[in-house]
Structure formats: structure tokens, C-alpha cells
């Protein structure tokens, strides 16, 4: 039995009920004594180990854990003058991170999009846990769906295909978010490839 009391302003409001009903003042260890035999417990040297116990043992966490913010591209926020500011790089987006027990949840979308409204936007879910005695992180952009997995193993990291949306593609579709993507940032890769699914459903 669980008791969320305060003994001794619990035994005090007892003797003075106890005084006002039968005009006999109670011992205040008759007081805690009787308290106990109330709470459903054989004596208060009982009630008292059980209530220790308890505040020893820390309470659980409610998960899942919720943090959100706002953000937005690192050149609107460092340099908000820069001419390469463009109104695309002023959209905001807001990231949320669900933790669970054994698990994390990230997710970065549009501002103002639920995590069923993101067909065909520029999504990305993230989902980090140990799997198979190992640290792994999965991809996707549509929080129902890992694209790709990564494992962290001592040799090196595995990738592994999660989905069977997975194209090589030489050359972006023309007048779209990927092409300018590519362009902003393809100097940087030794390769190129995409993962087809929500957010290049239109494409």
C-alpha cells in the first residue's frame, strides 16, 4: 500500500480530531501507532521502513521526454545580411526530440507540419538506439519509414538498406529543392545518391 502522507502533520491533525470526538488526549505515540493501524499497516515502525523506502528508490521519468525548438538555416542566423540569404534559407523548421526509455526520436520538419503531413516536404526523422548490442542510428524522411540504418561496430560502420527506394542518379530533376542541393553542395561529395521516398514523391 502506497502512503503519501506526512506523519507528523498527519499525527497532529489526528490527536486534536481524537481530543475534539472523545475529550481524551491521545500519546502522541498512541497517535502514530493509530495512524499506522489507518494506513493498513500491523504497526508504525512499519509505515515508517515503508515510506524509507520509497524516497530511496528515485521515480521514474514520464516518457516520452519532449523538447521542442525552432530552428532555422546556420547562414540566416550567423549572417542575416549575407547576399546568400535567399527566402528559401529563411524558412523555419521545428526540431523535436522524443526520448524514451531506450530510445530517441529526432525530427526535423517544416514549421507548423504534424509528423503525418510531411509528404513531399523536406523532412528528416532520426531514430537512435542500441541494436544488437551495438550504438545505431537510422534515417528516413517520413517518420514511419527508416530509409537506411548505421551501425557502430569497433571495425567500422555498417550501412544497411532499409527500403527498396534506393536509385543512383547521375543528375538532379531539373527546378527542384534536389537540384539545388546538389549544386550547393555536390563539390563536397565523392558521390551522389538518393533515397526516393516522401519528400521526392513529387519530383
Not at 129 to 152: C, Q
Amino acid at each position: 500500500m502506497q502512503v503519501e502522507i506526512n506523519p507528523k502533520s498527519a499525527t497532529s491533525a489526528l490527536e486534536k480530531k481524537f481530543f475534539e470526538k472523545t475529550g481524551v488526549k491521545l500519546a502522541h505515540a498512541e497517535a502514530l501507532e493509530l495512524l499506522a493501524t489507518m494506513c493498513g499497516f500491523k504497526e508504525y515502525r512499519a509505515m515508517a521502513a515503508h515510506k524509507e523506502t520509497r524516497e530511496a528508490v528515485p521515480a521514474a521519468p514520464p516518457f516520452p521526454l519532449t523538447t521542442a525548438m525552432k530552428m532555422q538555416d546556420w547562414l540566416f542566423v550567423d549572417e542575416p545580411q549575407n547576399e546568400e540569404v535567399t527566402e528559401l534559407r529563411k524558412r523555419p523548421y521545428t526540431f523535436v526530440m522524443e526520448q524514451y526509455e531506450n530510445c530517441a526520436q529526432l525530427t526535423l520538419k517544416p514549421e507548423g507540419s504534424s509528423n503525418d503531413e510531411l509528404d513531399g516536404k523536406a523532412a528528416l526523422s532520426i531514430y537512435i538506439e542500441v541494436n544488437g548490442g551495438v550504438p545505431s542510428i537510422a534515417f528516413g524522411n517520413d517518420v514511419h519509414e527508416h530509409l537506411v540504418t548505421v551501425f557502430a561496430t569497433p571495425q567500422g560502420l555498417y550501412v544497411r538498406q532499409d527500403s527498396g527506394n534506393w536509385r543512383e542518379q547521375e543528375n538532379a530533376p531539373s527546378d527542384t529543392e534536389l537540384e539545388r542541393i546538389v549544386n550547393s553542395h555536390g563539390k563536397y561529395a565523392d558521390g551522389m545518391v538518393v533515397l526516393n521516398d516522401t519528400a521526392l514523391a513529387t519530383a
